[in-house]
């Protein structure tokens, strides 16, 4: 039961970010009602796999990546979905000219201190972490409601009402968004121009040599997650997201799905045992694959973007979040890094780039009515 002044918390996705700005929330304020809603089991199967890998695309060499990517160009071309090609060739330019600065900016946002290797330790990679930070909210009464997709949210004088696929309503004071999938919710209420999506598959595989560490090899992502198994993410579609799902053993990609995890050399190299679940997942990334925060309507917030770094920065992005809300000064990042965590600095990435762009077609113009 509420009680008199009282806030109520609602956050939508029990990923990294959600779980994160949950903890946070209850450090800055005990007395909070704070509700976690999620449309898988428990947790999202992003957490539940344990999500993670710090390098992405900032360390391993494109050649390999695109191994494993797939681009979804119908998506990508498709005019109604609006600044796809943009986004695409924004994104491609802040890679080849600001990589270096954003890596950096990366290991000053993660709580560890991470070597510069492909092979490295994380507890955030391992499901026990978030199993003990899930059991941890619960015991600080952080309510976690799973199976509960919420689909839209209206205003009743000053207060949210969330509303859910099955009919029920929820009510809150303030609303965060940690969810990158719920495209019926965020689309509608979002600035989604900033970032687009990718999904892929991922499963957990019981294999005799478990790694220690995160590493690619052979196409796929391998991440540790327990003494016997891993998770393995791979065949990932860039500019395509369809949710993120378990997917069982009727379904008709089953058979398909897992005989490539058989197969796969890196897979039977470590010594295949058995497949205990594959799920479909998706990913937002914006323009320099760092996440931002969104104060995007009254007392609504949006907190997304990490793409798979996002299981390292989310401690840090969570805090940012708790003190946007509370109207707090930014913790800055050490060394003296200058960064923006808010939507504003992908807004200007986007008009640097724009400005760019519209020079070189300018220039190409005029070579052409000078060749003439």
């Known amino acids: ?39 898988n089991k428990k947790l999202s199967p992003t957490v539940n796999g344990g999500n993670g890998a710090l390098h992405y695309t900032m360390s391993f060499p494109i050649k390999d990546i695109n ?30 000219f600001n990589n270096k600065k954003n890596r950096t900016i990366v290991k000053n946002i993660i709580v560890e201190d991470e070597d510069e290797v492909e092979c490295e330790n994380s507890d955030y990679y391992r499901k026990d972490f978030w199993d003990n930070l899930t059991d941890k909210l619960i ?46 919710l965020i689309k509608n209420k979002c600035y989604h121009q900033y970032i687009d999506s990718f999904s892929g598959y991922s499963a957990i595989v019981e294999i005799k040599n478990a790694p220690e560490c995160f590493y690619f090899k052979d196409d796929i992502f391998i991440t540790p997650y327990d003494e016997k198994h891993i998770k393995m993410t791979f065949i990932l579609e860039v500019g395509y997201n369809d949710g993120n ?28 045992i058995s497949i205990k679940n594959i799920w479909r997942g998706a990913r937002a990334m914006t323009y320099d694959i760092i996440p931002f925060i969104k104060q995007i309507d009254n007392n609504v917030y ?71």
């Open 1 to 39: 039961m509420t009680q008199p002044n009282q806030l109520t918390f609602c956050i939508v996705g029990a990923g990294c970010n959600g779980l994160m700005t949950a903890l946070h929330l209850r450090e800055y304020d005990k007395n909070a009602k704070i509700i976690i809603f999620d449309t």
């Open 67 to 96: 191994s494993t990517f797939y681009l979804n160009k119908d998506m990508i071309l498709n005019l109604t979905y609006s600044n796809k090609i943009l986004f695409y060739l924004i994104h491609t330019l802040e890679y080849i």
């Open 139 to 184: 015991k600080q009464n952080i309510e976690i409601k799973d199976m509960i997709e919420i689909i839209d949210y209206k205003y009743n004088n000053d207060k949210i009402i969330l509303l859910s696929k099955n009919n029920e309503s929820y009510i809150c004071d303030k609303l965060i968004l940690c969810t990158s999938t719920n495209l019926n």
């Open 245 to 272: 799902y378990y997917i069982d053993s009727n379904n008709k990609y089953y058979n398909k799905l897992a005989t490539y995890i058989k197969n796969n050399k890196e897979i039977q190299r470590l010594g295949f």
């Open 302 to 372: 949006w907190l997304t973007g990490g793409s798979y770094m996002g299981t390292h920065m989310a401690y840090k992005f969570g805090k940012w979040m708790v003190e946007m809300i509370y109207n707090k000064s930014f913790t800055p990042l050490p060394n003296n890094i200058k960064f923006d965590p808010t939507l504003k600095r992908l807004e200007n990435i986007k008009k640097k780039y724009c400005y760019i762009i519209i020079i070189i077609i300018l220039l190409i113009i005029s070579m052409i009515i000078y060749l003439k």
